[in-house]
Nanobody
Framework: QVQLVESGGGLVQPGESLTLSCAAS????????MGWYRQAPGQQRDLVAS???????TYADSVKGRFTISRDNAKNTVYLQMNTLKPEDTAIYYC?????????WGQGTQVTVSS
């Protein structure tokens, strides 16, 4: 069973930065696509960014140029560097691992952007 543990969320002011981390258990981390999703109150859970085992990245239009996803396969960890944060980035951020046909989710970490 895969466990994903997110960390790094918090309360920041508009324009500030945060870095989220997601540590994964399980073997062969480097093989699988990892993603960050977010869900605001009353909204569906949407893709923020993803990174394949080969390092190919995908971003939601709303975060392009501000967020960067990366991975450290030696540490079984994926990161989300978030710059120039806006109030509309406020949400619970979830880490996801796509392991063949199975999906695994973390418990989420709250990010609040407010002055």
């Amino acid at each position: 069973q895969v466990q994903l543990v997110e960390s790094g969320g918090g309360l920041v002011q508009p324009g500030e930065s945060l870095t989220l981390s997601c540590a994964a258990s399980g073997s062969v981390f480097s093989r699988y696509t990892m993603g960050w999703y977010r869900q605001a109150p009353g909204q569906q859970r949407d893709l923020v960014a993803s990174i394949t085992g080969g390092g190919t990245t995908t971003y939601a239009d709303s975060v392009k140029g501000r967020f960067t996803i990366s991975r450290d396969n030696a540490k079984n960890t994926v990161y989300l560097q978030m710059n120039t944060l806006k109030p509309e980035d406020t949400a619970i951020y979830y880490c996801r691992q796509q392991r063949d046909a199975r999906l695994f989710w973390g418990q989420g970490t709250q990010v609040t952007v407010s002055s």
